[in-house]
Structure formats: structure tokens, C-alpha cells
Nanobody
Framework: QVQVVESGGGLVQAGESLRLSCTAS????????MGWFRQAPGKQREGVSC????????YYADSVKGRFTISRDNAKNTLYLQMNSLKPEDTAMYYC??????????????????WGQGTQVTVSS
């Protein structure tokens, strides 16, 4: 059974940093592209960043470019999202997802098969 578990969320002030982690079990982690999505209250879920199975390619939404960094450690079955210079508009539930394909141009929810339950990030002004 595949399990995807996020951690690292919390409450921070604007300008501060957080690092999210995601561990996946029950699948061959290194065979999957991994991504981070987020959903703010009253808004649709959006793709934030994704990474090729090898780590060689990454994609970032325009809203987080230059502030967020995605990375992965295939030996530890773990995905990371380093979030710097956080803004109140980054407040959302952040979800980790695994999918068979890496798309360097956009992120679509239907391209990801396995999802975590989410971790809350709240940024106060």
C-alpha cells in the first residue's frame, strides 16, 4: 500500500523560512516524478513545484520562483520543499504527490497518482 506523508508545516511570520518534507513508501520512489501542490481557503488547488525522478529537472510556478527550492533524496524516499521569504499569500495546505511523468511546463493534478494528506503552512503579516 502506498503511503505519502508530509511534514514540516507551521506558523511563521512573513519573510521567514520553512522546509517541508514528504516521505513515500510502498512504491519505488526513484521511479516517480514528485510534486508539491497547495490549496488556500476558497481557492483551487495549484501546482507549486515538481521534480524529475532523477532530480535533474525542476518546475516552479511563477509565484514561487526564486523563493522556493524543490529537492529529493531517492536513497531516503524523501522529497523536500525549501520555502524562503514567505509571504502571507503562501498560506495554504501543502500536498505532496507522486506521478509517473515529469512535465517541465506545467503541473496537472490528474498526472499524479498518489497524494498525501497535506501539511498546513500559515504565514502571518
Amino acid at each position: 500500500q502506498v503511503q505519502v506523508v508530509e511534514s514540516g508545516g507551521g506558523l511563521v511570520q512573513a519573510g521567514e523560512s520553512l522546509r517541508l518534507s514528504c516521505t513515500a513508501s510502498g512504491l519505488t520512489f526513484g521511479d516517480y516524478a514528485m510534486g508539491w501542490f497547495r490549496q488556500a481557503p476558497g481557492k483551487q488547488r495549484e501546482g507549486v513545484s515538481c521534480i524529475h525522478w532523477s532530480g535533474a529537472g525542476t518546475y516552479y510556478a511563477d509565484s514561487v520562483k526564486g523563493r522556493f527550492t524543490i529537492s529529493r533524496d531517492n536513497a531516503k524516499n524523501t522529497l523536500y520543499l525549501q520555502m524562503n521569504s514567505l509571504k502571507p499569500e503562501d498560506t495554504a495546505m501543502y500536498y505532496c504527490a507522486a506521478g509517473p511523468y515529469y512535465n517541465p511546463h506545467r503541473m496537472r493534478e490528474d498526472e499524479y497518482n498518489y497524494w498525501g494528506q497535506g501539511t498546513q503552512v500559515t504565514v502571518s503579516s
